[in-house]
Nanobody, 120 residues
């Protein structure tokens, strides 16, 4: 399984970006698919995920209400709509999936990451 992220870039605080993660294979069901991020000097952290067992979505507290995760099975693609971006959202964003229903993993498959930079 290959995962490829796109949509990163540089925006000013308050702006929006939409990330996409395309899977080379059909998105696992009923397993999870999630977004993580890693800022310079910090550990990788969970951002948002979709549990396909019930199509439930999960978010870390710092992005809840600003980010929206969704999936398009027909396109083997997961999205992360990021609104009202803050400088602290600056990080490399990764998508991940695997044979687990836990949105925080552990995951077997990871993308290469896409950089998101938010300036104040």
């Amino acid at each position: 399984v290959h995962l490829v992220e796109s949509g990163g870039g540089s925006v000013q605080a308050g702006g929006s970006l939409r990330l996409a993660c395309v899977s080379s294979e059909q998105i696992f069901h009923p397993y999870a698919m999630s977004w993580f991020r890693q800022a310079p000097g910090k550990e990788r952290e969970f951002v948002a995920g979709v549990s396909y067992s019930g199509t439930s979505t999960y978010y870390t507290d710092s992005v809840r209400g600003r980010f929206d995760v969704s999936g398009d099975d027909a396109k083997n693609t997961m999205y992360l709509q990021m609104n009202r971006l803050k400088p602290e959202d600056t990080a490399v964003y990764y998508c991940a999936t695997g044979r687990t229903m836990e949105v925080r993993g552990p995951f077997d498959y990871w993308g290469q990451g896409t950089q998101v930079t938010v300036s104040s």
